[in-house]
């Protein structure tokens, strides 16, 4: 078979998939992948101004405010943990289109709920989806993406999220006030999106690198032709046993990048989801709910924060702005501890310094997981650190309210600072850093009994 040619008709060299320029295919799963944030967003969003209704019409406690808050975020860890192990086995197709099904039907079924217990398990089905979803997610995307725009890419589903998030602010504020009943639309509406995703998804080819590892050589390079070209190429892995038993993310082989991606993730995502689940009540105690203003300019700096995090991604070391981040968002809880509702002018600064550089740290949360994993166990150990992450805040969730009742905003606020101050101590101690390398090197920069391989690393499949 004759070499392919370019334009001017000269032939055309082998080139890695992972040094390849960004192309439509690339934006388009990168869409596809990002939609899904998106719909996290919302509706991990639309659930603090629904409970507000709910609340008081079904005559919940501070427990079961605190279930329904969480139950979606319980639903994600279930999702990671079990969807993620299956998409290492069946493939990643598969469950990216799965997963919405679930979420599709789940959100329009919200509308006819009676009784809390009805909507904690319908909450949790579409946590389910979204947990499967995010574990073959970033881990399709980050198979099909290039090295140099890697971190870009699997960090930028954060401007989604934060989108989908502000949008349910929104719809909150207004379709509230609609009526007693409102609720429900609200809750039902986070279908739309999810159905449109749905239908979107038809047609997504599997990865060309789970196909790979499968033996199935032939089908994985078609698929890398077809929407790359016929010159591009697979870097070889190296021929570690393939298990699909969640134990071996324990071996000596993972598990430093397990625990690792699980504690930063853990220590990153409680005190978000705890505070943003909450906010309207977390304003209120601290006085600062006295009109929309507030409300708008820290659901603003959540985008603007989530634009800064794909920006400092791409500039900064991945393992210094992990690092940096966790110290600086210590502070700012700690100080937003110390003070009290007269000084509301230090408490909106140190609350809007926290809300900017949160939203922009979190990016990492989809970069780190994706590049710490081989090919073999990748999905199941994006999956399981996911999961981690999400069983970590839904507990914060849950005893949120009863630590504002019992132990008083500001000492809620020092727990989640301490909280934070392990996350530093983590990263500092185990971060690698990945960033400028190959996806194959990338997961091998993680091993604890090796140097990071060399970015320049050619072995490939021909």
Not at 112 to 123: H, M
Not at 164 to 180: D, E, K, L, N, R
Not at 184 to 207: C, K, M, Q, Y
Not at 310 to 331: K, N, P, Y
């Amino acid at each position: 078979m004759p070499a392919p040619r370019n334009e001017d008709g000269k032939m055309q060299q082998n080139i890695q998939l992972d040094d390849i320029p960004l192309n439509r295919f690339h934006l388009k799963i990168s869409g596809l992948t990002f939609s899904a944030h998106l719909t996290d967003g919302y509706v991990l969003g639309v659930i603090g101004f629904a409970l507000a209704q709910i609340k008081s019409q079904m005559g919940l406690t501070p427990f079961q405010e605190g279930m329904l808050g969480s139950s979606a975020l319980l639903g994600l860890f279930l999702g990671s943990l079990l969807l993620g192990w299956i998409g290492d086995i069946v493939g990643r197709q598969k469950i990216f289109s799965f997963s919405f099904v679930v979420i599709t039907l789940a959100s329009a079924l919200q509308f006819f709920v009676t009784s809390p217990e009805q909507l904690f398990l319908l909450r949790m089905l579409i946590g389910f989806g979204l947990g499967g979803d995010f574990s073959v997610g970033h881990t399709m995307l980050a198979e099909f993406a290039t090295r140099k725009h890697r971190g870009v890419m699997l960090g930028a589903f954060s401007v989604l999220w934060t989108v989908g998030y502000v949008a349910a602010s929104f719809a909150g504020h207004f379709i509230a006030g609609m009526g007693p009943e409102a609720w429900r639309w609200l809750l039902a509406s986070s279908a739309v999106p999810a159905g449109i995703i749905l239908l979107l998804r038809i047609g997504t080819p599997e990865s060309p690198r789970w196909l790979m590892r499968k033996g199935r050589k032939k089908q994985a390079l078609a698929i890398v032709h077809r929407y790359f070209g016929e010159h591009v190429t697979l870097q070889a892995e190296p021929a570690h046993r393939q298990q699909h038993n969640l134990m071996v993310l324990f071996t000596p082989l993972y598990r430093k990048r397990t625990a690792f991606n699980c504690l930063f993730f853990v220590c990153l995502v409680i005190p978000y989801f705890a505070i943003y689940t909450f906010l309207p009540a977390i304003l209120q105690a601290m006085g600062l709910d006295k009109n929309f203003g507030t409300d708008l300019l820290l659901n603003g700096l959540l985008i603007v924060g989530a634009v800064l995090g794909i920006v400092l991604t791409a500039v900064c070391s991945r393992r210094g702005f992990l690092i940096g981040s966790f110290v600086v968002l210590t502070a700012c809880l700690v100080a937003m501890s110390l003070l009290t509702g007269s000084q509301s002018g230090w408490l909106i600064a140190f609350f809007a310094a926290f809300t900017l550089l949160m939203s922009a740290v979190s990016n990492l949360v989809g970069v780190f997981p994706a590049e710490s994993f081989p090919t073999e166990v990748r999905s199941m150990g994006v999956g399981f650190a996911t999961s981690m992450s999400r069983l970590g805040s839904a507990t914060g969730t849950l005893l949120l309210p009863l630590g504002i009742v019992h132990l008083g905003l500001s000492t809620t606020i020092a727990i989640l600072a301490a909280i934070l101050a392990v996350g530093a101590l983590v990263s500092l101690a185990w971060a690698p850093e990945t960033k400028g390398l190959t996806l194959v090197d990338a997961g091998e920069a993680a091993r604890p009994e090796e140097q990071p391989p060399s970015p320049r690393t050619t072995s490939l499949y021909h």
